[in-house]
């Protein structure tokens, strides 16, 4: 049976009272790396009261976006490539749609190509100001189960504040009131200071992160490899799985290192298995992109409720023949020299760094705005975001938890998430996309390598 999905309606959701208009300032994470929108899926099991569902989360939401207002507000671009977001109740866009089966035609809900028809689409050929930052859909299915999809601006929010928003929405569907309200001010996240010694201390120029990522050896630019066919895979890990991983990659750690932690020891795990099936020559430069919160490195640490990006892109670096042929905790030791770079002075001295460029355009990753494929990171390189500390699980608008939570299709090669696993046993998922060439045997040497 072929899924049919039928749009019913389709509305702006604006907030239920006026709020403050006007420009919010953005920060340099804000406006940096990802400036498109991250889709999430929400599938919750049939039940018989369902009455008014879609009326409660119209009407929630719109509560909702009175304290979370600058969701219900649209970007526009700037000179220099900045962005700007004006806070203007344009509103969210609110989609009903309905499908022609049962939950149990997505089996394990794994992302697939139904989830196209399931997320709500975001069309970039149309002005970025005419772009809501916010787009929701709720689908009925025939079981009287239903799928609640976002689709959120990352110019607005990073993960944490996305969950932040999400469980408030929650919350208030559910009739409580809020529990933590979120403030928008980009002034925590550290003024400049002494530009001329936070940049002696941290010269963030040389790092990295502020440089074009690799390409393959004797290639001068990506387009061949951004137009391979990608796959996406759903790779569980059990509690022993990821024990032996982490006990691995610490097997030969020296004394006076702090133990490798899990994300260090399953990313550096997906950084080798992808080395080993994408068969890069030896001498082949590869990097690592690692997702770290600023949140707690800044001093003082950024209290809870603020909305916005505070985390950034970090990349460990290394050569391919390095990474597979010495241990784990080789890769583990690369990924924790990225991760520490993120001090309080690097955070300040970076976007020190990015206030002081004439144009943003190359620290962006625009590539859907321009209506390309182009992945940020590809083969050579990939990326691991955690959201192993996130509280994804237990989204309960009045109907109960939900029966899985996932990221929405996401088809650029070298793109990865781990999760953990929803049973909270210890377990995690990696939601990882390759090239559909290299996707089989990276699978192999995935499971082949943990021996237990």
């Known amino acids: 049976m072929k899924m049919v999905v039928r749009n019913k309606s389709r509305c702006l959701v604006k907030p239920t009272t006026p709020e ?29 009261d369902l009455i008014g569902l879609v009326e409660r989360l119209r009407d929630s939401l719109s509560r909702v976006l009175v304290p979370f207002y600058p969701l219900a507000g649209r970007v526009r671009w700037a000179e220099g490539s900045r962005l700007l977001l004006e806070c203007n ?20 809900f794994s992302p697939c190509p139904e989830y196209e028809y399931l997320v709500p689409e975001v069309d970039y050929r149309r002005p970025i100001g ?17 799928g609640l999809s976002m689709n959120i601006s990352h110019v607005v929010v990073d993960g944490p504040s996305a969950l932040h928003f999400v469980s408030e929405w929650a919350r208030m ?67 022993s799985q990821v024990d032996w991983l982490k006990n691995e990659a ?7 290192c702090r133990p490798y932690t899990r994300y260090e020891s399953i990313a550096g795990h997906i950084w080798r298995c992808a080395t080993k099936a994408r068969k890069h020559e030896q001498h082949q430069p590869t990097t690592l992109a690692v997702c770290v919160d600023s949140r707690g490195r800044m001093r003082p640490p950024v209290r809870p409720g603020y909305f916005g990006n505070a985390t950034l892109d970090v990349r460990a670096t290394s ?15 690369r990924i924790r020299v990225a991760i520490e770079r993120v001090t309080d002075g690097y955070v300040r001295s970076a976007m020190e760094f990015l206030r002081d460029q004439p144009d943003l355009m190359r620290f962006q990753d625009v590539n859907a705005l321009k209506g390309t494929e182009e992945p940020f990171y590809g083969n050579p390189n990939l990326g691991v975001v955690s959201w192993m500390t996130l509280p994804i699980y237990g ?58």
């Open 20 to 48: 403050w208009k006007g420009y919010l300032p953005l920060s340099e994470w804000d406006q940096t790396g990802n400036v498109t929108h991250v889709p999430t899926v929400y599938f919750y099991k049939p039940s018989r």
């Open 89 to 108: 109740s344009a509103g969210v866009a609110f989609i009903e749609a309905e499908a022609n089966c049962g939950l149990d035609l997505l089996g394990d």
């Open 130 to 146: 005419e772009l809501p930052l916010l787009l929701v859909q709720v689908t009925l299915f025939k079981c009287g189960g239903f």
């Open 173 to 239: 569907a559910r009739g409580e009131p809020l529990e933590t309200y979120p403030y928008f001010d980009r002034a925590v996240l550290g003024s400049p200071g002494n530009n001329d010694v936070l940049h002696s201390l941290c010269p963030v120029s040389q790092n990295p992160e502020f440089e074009p990522p690799p390409l393959l050896l004797g290639r001068s630019d990506g387009a061949e490899e951004w137009k391979r066919k990608t796959k996406v895979a759903m790779l569980k890990l059990t509690k």
């Open 250 to 256: 610490n097997d030969l750690r020296p004394r006076d």
């Open 319 to 333: 050569y391919s023949g390095e990474l597979v042929s010495k241990p784990l905790g080789y890769a583990a030791s």
């Open 395 to 452: 989204l309960d608008f009045g109907w109960g938890r939900e029966v899985y939570m996932g990221p929405g299709n996401h088809d650029f090669d070298g793109d990865s998430l781990v999760l953990s696993g929803p049973e909270g046993d210890g377990s995690l998922v990696v939601a990882l996309c390759l090239q559909a060439r290299h996707m089989d045997d990276f699978k192999n040497y995935f499971y082949e390598d943990i021996l237990v």
